[in-house]
């Protein structure tokens, strides 16, 4: 099992890291991610497949992604046309506690939004465009330059663009559908699977919902999602026990088993492969940013 996990440092000054304008292609693009920072992707130009949670998007230029922490996803670039983007990641707690009133305004309402509506891409018009390309240049030119107060301009910039985006998503504009050319199957699949994570859930099972070859099933749900199914299912019960973790007070050994882990050691091991951590200190770390 390894669905690579993206390091950050929690410890930095700004949790905040930059990847601008970096061109991505068949090489050098991480088959998939899984972090508990919050990710913002804009295309500056391309063509790509994105899979995201349990959606899956055609990518091109002007379209920004809204990933929130602790999603599974993945690019796949088209080979004749690789997508160059530009990548903010950022400790959620870090950005919300550095707002002016911290009750009042929640930059992150746009990835609840997203989150609650599985859906996780904007079209940006013209304008929108020029905006979040500015800012992006001025991030990238702060980072560049290393002037004194840098780091503090970098987060006000970030912040700027989620309220922009923030307003964009409040305006009710209708959200085109995703996924069109994916097997439909595969869309149930992901959908079966997010509904049953208690329960016993084999590649068989699977295979006979979508009508076809345990073989086929398999290649194909590991060339879109980049994760095999059992890799899969694991990770999405151990997202889900990240969840239970900051939003309940039930112990660990209640979280595994209400996750679909019959055994609490297997629980511990594959928590601390995929967070890098166990389930204690996660919670204690947690704990602390509330």
């Known amino acids: 099992m390894d669905p690579l996990r993206k390091h950050f440092d929690p410890d930095t000054s700004i949790p905040i890291e930059l990847v601008l304008h970096s061109t991505k292609n068949l090489q050098s693009e ?59 990641f950022f400790s959620g707690q870090y950005i919300q506690s550095t707002s002016i009133g911290k009750d009042a305004y ?66 009710g504009e209708p959200k085109q559908q995703h996924g069109s050319n994916h097997p439909q199957w595969l869309q149930s699949a992901l959908e079966f699977i997010d509904a049953r994570l208690v329960e016993n859930i084999s590649l068989s099972m699977l295979a006979s919902r979508a009508a076809v070859s345990t073989s086929y099933f398999s290649r194909m749900f590991k060339q879109l999602t980049g994760i095999n199914v059992t890799d899969y299912i694991i990770a999405k019960r151990i997202m889900h026990a990240k969840e239970l973790i900051g939003s309940t007070d039930h112990t660990i050994a209640e979280i595994a088993n209400q996750c679909g882990f019959e055994s609490l050691p297997h629980f511990y091991r594959m928590f601390k492969k995929l967070s ?15």
């Open 106 to 171: 929640s930059f992150l309402r746009c990835f609840d939004l997203a989150k609650s509506e599985r859906h996780y891409r904007i079209e940006l018009l013209a304008a929108e465009r020029v905006r979040i390309e500015s800012l992006i240049d001025e991030m990238n030119e702060e980072v560049r330059m290393r002037q004194p107060g840098c780091k503090q301009a970098v987060l006000l910039l970030l912040q700027t663009v989620l309220l922009h985006t923030n307003r964009k998503m409040s305006t």
């Open 276 to 290: 890098g951590t166990t389930p204690a200190h996660y919670k204690r770390v947690d704990d602390r940013h509330l």
């Open 30 to 88: 991480l088959p998939d991610h899984l972090h508990d920072w919050h990710e913002i992707i804009y295309v500056h130009s391309g063509t790509g497949s994105f899979f995201i949670n349990h959606s899956f998007y055609e990518m091109q230029a002007g379209d920004l992604y809204l990933i929130p922490g602790n999603t599974i996803h993945r690019t796949l670039p088209h080979s004749e046309e690789p997508i160059t983007s530009s990548a903010m």
